[in-house]
């Protein structure tokens, strides 16, 4: 039994021995009878939550107008503990205005699908389904708890969790929740974009972001979240070089190999790395060219990351990722100054997950990745990245003036270094005088 477990049932002993109903509820619930390690345990009671306060030492409010109250035990995240409620009317497609402490029959109808609106009494071992979660997880079935038309009224946020569990747990959805999603779709853009990129990110990184791509499209969830990806669809390649087929095509293979528990940097580079096929496309003579796509991608990536509102580190790293996807086919060819260089960019071990994940989407040719893999696992951390032999100190006393030529001669001598050509202080100073005139000893 993990910690978090052990918390989520300590809490349940304490409401129970002091006269209360406790249950767990929701997505634990469904991931205990998968067989899944829960993330994490919600609980629900018919302690009002001021009870609830005053029974544990430590709290935190977090949804106390709602009825969640976070009990933090042993300096863990807090395990929220709701009041079993009815919600008033929802009028920000989010929330409900307002709530109303009641039955666990009425919390269990509130909820938004069957898999997760069961509760499992930890003390008596006992399940209990009051909307059929049992029955759908057993036929795999996403199916809203009562009009679904409804539920995704209430939240349209629910809308992007329908898709994420179907794609996750490889489920099918109910036809009329699916008919309901597709209607409710465009109420999407009303929620706020941290939610949405959160819901991606999730999509994205659960191992199963292929389906994700699928449901999204065919939902109409992506023509209004990543519109950037639908040209992509019916956009042709060379077939010598993509007999897969167009860009769509080639994308959701390579996407199909993210597994579980994926960086979302690695999974937007891969997701995003030919954004800019469709734009970039030209047909010249009987050539197609897509020029400037790696270049004119990094901007795109870096936008929709934005929109989305992840951090700026992962904006640099994802349009990083598409700007030098190719980068690595050149790494045979390349002076040792130029791998070395490559080698030791912030992220190279990144860029190359998302190079094999498109080699293997297309020709499957991993020549350049096995010879920048040979090339990291023999050569040392000092032989890529060694100290300077040189720096701006030196030129001064070389007789330069400080300016922009310095980083000209600098990156030059260490061009030399990498080479090997340069081995010691005493030559790169040496070759400085030789090459660039310097006026003082």
Known sequence: MSDREQNALYIVRRLVDSGFRAVFAGGCVRDRILGVEPKDYDIATDARPQVVQKLFDRTVAVGAKFGVIGVVLDDFKPIEVATFRADAEYTDGRRPSSVRFGAIEEDAIRRDFTIGGMFYDPIADRLIDLVGGMRDLRAGIIRAIGNPYDRFDEDHLRILRAARFAARLNFTIDPATWAAMKRAAPTIIGIAAERIGEEIVMMMTEGAAARAMDLMMDSGLMQLILPEVVPMRGCAQPENFHPEGDVYTHTRIGVAMLPAGCSETVAFGILLHDIAK????????????????????????????????????????????????????????????????????????????VAFMDAMASSSYLGYWHFCRHAMATMSPAEIRPPRLIGGEDLKQLGFTPGPRFKEILKDVEDHQLDGALETREAALEYVRVHYGATAA
């Open 278 to 353: 469709p734009q970039s496309r030209a047909v010249v003579g009987d050539k197609v060219t897509f020029y400037g796509h790696t270049e004119d991608g990094a901007v795109v990536a870096a936008n929709i990351m934005a929109r989305l509102k992840r951090s700026r580190a992962v904006q640099e790293r994802v349009a990083y990722l598409v700007k030098n996807h190719l980068k690595l086919c050149m790494a045979p060819r390349m002076r040792p100054a130029t791998l070395k260089r490559m080698l030791a960019e912030d992220g190279f071990d990144e860029l190359m997950e």
